[in-house]
C-alpha cells in the first residue's frame, strides 16, 4: 500500500519569503501522480499543484513549485513570495496510474506572518 | 468556473440516526467520491462510484455506508446507523474521467457531521 509522509505539521514564514513543504512516499509503482492540495479555514480542498511520475521537469503554478525526486520518492512544494492567503493547512497526496484513490498526507499547517 | 456543491455544510444527528450526506458534482465529470477527515486527522479515501457503481472502496467504506446517484446531477452518501466515532467532515469530489490517474479531483466544501 502506499503511504504519504509529511514531516513538519507546522511551519510559518514571513510575508514575501520563501518556503518549502516537505513529503515523502512510499510506492512501488513506476508511473503515478502526486497532488499538493491547499485547505484554508473554509476547509475546501483546492488543487495548487500536480506532478506526473514519468516526467522529469519539476511542474510550476506563478508562485508555487515543487521539487520531484523520483529515486527518493520525495515531493517538496516551494512557496515564493508568500502572501497572507497563503496561510492554510497543505496535503501532499498521491494517485497511481490505474486507481482512483488518493491518498494523502497528514497535511502541514503553514502561517505567514505580515 | 463549475464548483462542486454539498449539502448540508453542517449536520448534527443523534447516534443510531440514518444521514443522508448530498452532493452536486460538476456536470460533465464521470467519476465520484467520498472521503472524510476526522478532526485534526488526515483525509481518507472512503469510495469511487463510476457508471452507476461502485469502482473502489476502502476498509473504512463498511456495511454502515452506501452511495447512490439516484437522478443526473446529485451523489449522494448515506449512514445507516450512526456512531459517535463517524463524527467528520465529509468531503464529495469529482474528476472528468480515469483516463490516465492524473484526472485532478475537485473537491466540494464539505459536510461537517456531529453525531451527539
Known amino acids: 500500500a502506499q503511504t504519504v509522509t509529511q514531516s513538519q505539521p507546522e511551519m510559518s514564514v514571513q510575508e514575501a519569503e520563501t518556503v518549502t513543504l516537505s513529503c515523502t512516499y512510499d510506492?512501488?509503482?513506476?508511473?503515478?501522480?502526486l497532488f499538493w492540495y491547499k485547505q484554508p479555514p473554509s476547509r475546501q480542498m483546492i488543487l495548487v499543484i500536480r506532478q506526473e511520475a514519468y516526467k522529469q521537469q519539476n511542474a510550476t503554478e506563478n508562485r508555487f513549485s515543487v521539487n520531484f525526486q523520483k529515486a527518493a520518492k520525495s515531493f517538496s512544494l516551494k512557496i515564493s513570495d508568500s502572501q497572507l492567503g497563503d496561510a492554510a493547512m497543505y496535503f501532499c497526496a498521491y494517485r497511481g496510474n490505474a486507481g482512483n484513490m488518493l491518498t494523502f498526507g497528514g497535511g502541514t499547517r503553514l502561517m505567514v506572518k505580515p | 468556473e463549475p464548483e462542486v456543491t454539498q449539502t448540508p455544510s453542517h449536520q448534527v444527528t443523534q447516534m443510531g440516526q440514518e444521514v443522508i450526506l448530498r452532493c452536486v458534482p460538476i456536470s460533465n465529470h464521470l467519476y465520484f467520491y467520498w472521503y472524510r477527515q476526522i478532526l485534526g486527522q488526515k483525509v481518507e479515501f472512503l469510495v469511487s462510484?463510476?457508471?452507476?457503481?461502485?469502482?473502489?472502496k476502502s476498509e473504512i467504506f463498511d456495511d454502515q455506508f452506501s452511495v447512490e446517484r439516484p437522478d443526473g446531477s446529485n451523489f449522494t452518501l448515506k449512514i445507516r446507523s450512526t456512531k459517535l466515532e463517524d463524527s467528520a467532515m465529509y468531503f464529495c469530489?469529482?474528476?472528468?474521467?480515469?483516463?490516465?490517474?492524473?484526472?485532478?479531483?475537485?473537491f466540494g466544501n464539505g459536510t461537517r457531521l456531529t453525531v451527539t
Open positions: 510506492t512501488s509503482e513506476s508511473d503515478y501522480y
Open positions: 462510484f463510476y457508471n452507476n457503481e461502485i469502482s473502489e
Open positions: 469530489a469529482s474528476s472528468p474521467g480515469q483516463g490516465t490517474g492524473g484526472s485532478p479531483l475537485h
